[in-house]
């Protein structure tokens, strides 16, 4: 406290001594006790008033020792169990956390990683994907702010996500790897990979890719097969060495039959050969017989039609063809859609036969587009036009409910061009997929729709959807999640319309390791989205002939059920609306595959290269007293005494009012006593 502070503080104290003096005391002969009380009182009294108003500011200092954070983040994948070291893992854990010395320097924290990150002591090391980058990256996230060490438990082996090699560590954290389970390098062949259409034609042929992996240091021979049943309907003789580790085989099968079909793929084991979970592997192709046709019917160029034909084309069981106008073997009845990019008066024949026949259509305008003619149609939306064009941004409407589609990014794509004009539109005829913004503002008129009943159609008001695929691709690194987004809306507008109030959707097949997810739609008696019922699902293993009943759950303009990991085998399944008489059935199929299993050691290399790249060492299990020696000598993780000042100003004491307050009233009631008031 400042002297001068202080001064004012002892002449506050005599100025109330003085009052309180010259008041009760001064010239008085006979001095009683209730003198001296008021005195006292009246004393205190003056001077808690003047010391709020000098108002001097009284500071504290409080210490406490910050200790560094001790991660313990460990492997927690079927990986770990598969090589059996969950009890040596658990046993290192639990010399880290439980060592005296550990928990006297560090706030010890243990995390389980898997795919994601989970903050429980307890393993059960039954996570299905190791992402070893992700675990590092979102724990350094969450103790950005403290000097950490982080000590890495796990086989190194990832079955998920970016590279751990190369993951480098912030300048506030340090991580000690700990390589876990056998490092010892043993003769192994593996399936690596397995490329392969999801669907394929009936009566056609379709490519199988498939990528061998040996390890070992002497050369090696294998015969190598692709099951289908009891038949083996592909076989070749392989010969691996030290020098030739990796082997491409290719090769097309036939689609004799419709449906779902499985097949296997197997090496023969080498006779010392430790895993031969990773020799066999499953893989399945769904056959069908139709196939969709679009029609993309133009009278310019323009780089949206080549998009729009590889954009269709990426699913098989969709082909694209481009036609101008004055193409005399033009047949629209070959086509089950029929895209009209940039129409003018020139198509008038075309869309009257459209038109009168009921074709499904797409309508794509631009800026060449004869907005008079389009709106001669009576389509139900028409623009007043000029030939000025207009910058038109997308705005994802999730109230759309006519088929599922995710957000992928709407707002931040690049605008379309159109021609300007105010918009006019019948909301009763179409669904809205995107909205208009036009300079920042969101206008509420429609850009995307796709019509609520039969025959369908559909609208997309601008040009330059190319632009929108490339920017998907920059996001995504690929152009899957757009092309999934432009098949579901050729779908809807390619098939019959669909009469059904009990809309079921899920995959022909899956594989083991991943979520089964099969989504539901409701209507009402009008065909409106009904989001109040109740909707439950039966599923039965055909192989076991076990079953379980669950809820859907209400996901946006959707019911779903997400039934996790299913193990492998046949299942039929059975939605219905509680309350209702509405049912319906289907099937899918699990394949069996577990990429947990396909490793045979500890990934040794990968957890040597990690720890070089980010200049620490690699700690095997039986040196963990090593570690914990490296630790608690490691002078960047000492614990830390911090002190902390605090100043508070003494008007901010509220309890000095209240003595104040109490003062004063017992100064009353003792005059009130005394019968002096």
């Not at 941004?393 to 599922?404: D, E, L």
């Not at 039969?454 to 691709?473: I, Q």
């Not at 757009?482 to 809309?503: E, I, P, T, Y």
Request: glycine share 4%.
């Amino acid at each position: 406290m400042a002297i001068s502070t202080l001064l004012y503080i002892t002449l506050a104290l005599i100025i109330a001594l003085g009052f309180a003096f010259f008041q009760y005391l001064f010239r008085k002969q006979h001095r009683q006790r209730k003198d001296y009380i008021f005195f006292a009182l009246r004393s205190l009294s003056v001077f808690l008033v003047i010391l709020l108003l000098i108002n001097p500011k009284i500071t504290s200092v409080e210490y406490e020792v910050e200790k560094p954070e001790l991660i313990i983040l460990a492997d927690n994948s079927q990986s770990v169990a598969y090589l059996e070291e969950k009890q040596n893992l658990q046993s290192i854990a639990r010399s880290l956390s439980e060592n005296e010395e550990i928990n006297r320097n560090f706030e010890v924290n243990q995390i389980g990683f898997g795919e994601d990150l989970f903050m429980e002591d307890s393993l059960d090391f039954d996570a299905r994907h190791t992402n070893i980058y992700n675990a590092l990256s979102e724990t350094q996230e969450i103790f950005s702010g403290k000097q950490s060490a982080i000590v890495l438990l796990t086989d190194g082996n990832q079955s998920l996500g970016r590279d751990f090699r190369y993951y480098k560590t912030k300048k506030n954290a340090q991580v000690f790897p700990v390589v876990i389970g056998d490092t010892a390098s043993y003769k192994d062949l593996s399936i690596e990979r397995i490329n392969s259409n999801k669907y394929a034609f009936l009566n056609n042929r379709f490519p199988v890719e498939i990528f061998l992996n040996y390890t070992g240091s002497e050369a090696a021979e294998t015969s190598f097969r692709i099951m289908s049943g009891d038949n083996t309907v592909f076989s070749r003789n392989l010969r691996f060495s030290p020098d030739s580790k990796s082997q491409i085989v290719r090769t097309d099968l036939p689609a004799s039959s419709l449906g779902v079909k499985t097949y296997k793929i197997e090496i023969d084991p080498l006779s010392d050969e430790k895993n031969i979970v990773n020799n066999q592997q499953n893989f399945a192709v769904e056959v069908i017989d139709e196939r969709t046709s679009v029609l993309i019917l133009t009278d310019v160029s323009h780089p949206d039609l080549g998009m729009l034909k590889k954009s269709i084309e990426s699913n098989q069981q969709r082909k694209a063809d481009i036609k101008y106008l004055g193409n005399n073997n033009l047949q629209i009845t070959d086509y089950q859609l029929i895209i009209i990019y940039q129409i003018n008066r020139r198509f008038n024949d075309l869309v009257n036969e459209i038109l009168d026949r009921n074709y499904n259509f797409l309508i794509i305008t631009g800026t060449q587009t004869d907005w008079n003619y389009l709106n001669s149609l009576t389509l139900g939306y028409s623009r007043n036009a000029v030939s000025q064009p207009q910058e038109i941004f997308p705005v994802y409407n999730p109230t759309f409910s006519a088929f599922q589609f995710e957000d992928i990014g709407f707002n931040d794509f690049p605008p379309l061009v159109d021609k300007f004009g105010p918009l006019e539109f019948d909301n009763s005829k179409y669904g809205i997929l995107l909205y208009q913004e036009l300079q920042g503002v969101k206008t509420g008129e429609p850009l995307m729709g796709v019509s609520r009943d039969s025959p369908k159609s559909g609208f997309l008001l601008g040009e330059n959807l190319w632009r929108w695929r490339a920017k998907s691709y920059l996001d995504n690194k690929s152009f899957q999640e757009f092309d999934d987004f432009f098949g579901k809306l050729v779908q809807n507008l390619s098939a019959k319309r669909s009469r059904d109030r009990l809309n079921v959707e899920n995959e022909n097949f899956y594989y083991a390791n991943e979520n089964v997810i099969i989504t539901a739609q409701y209507f009402d008696e009008n065909y409106r989205f009904d989001a109040e019922e109740s909707l439950k699902i039966t599923v039965l293993n055909n192989d076991t002939q076990e079953s379980f009943t669950s809820d859907l759950v209400l996901k946006n303009n959707f019911y779903q059920f997400d039934a996790g990991d299913l193990p492998a085998g046949n299942y039929a399944f059975t939605v219905e609306v509680l309350e209702r008489n509405i049912s319906k059935s289907g099937s899918f199929e699990v394949i069996d595959y577990n990429t947990e299993q396909q490793f045979v050691s500890a990934n040794l290399l990968g957890m040597q290269s990690f720890a070089e790249n980010n200049g620490t060492n690699l700690t095997f299990p039986d040196r963990i007293d090593e570690l914990i020696t490296k630790l608690l000598n490691n002078d960047k993780f000492r614990p830390v005494q911090k002190s902390r000042q605090k100043t508070v100003p003494l008007i901010d004491w509220y309890y000095l009012l209240f003595i104040l307050i109490i003062i004063l009233a017992a100064e009353w009631f003792y005059r009130k006593y005394l019968g002096l008031i």
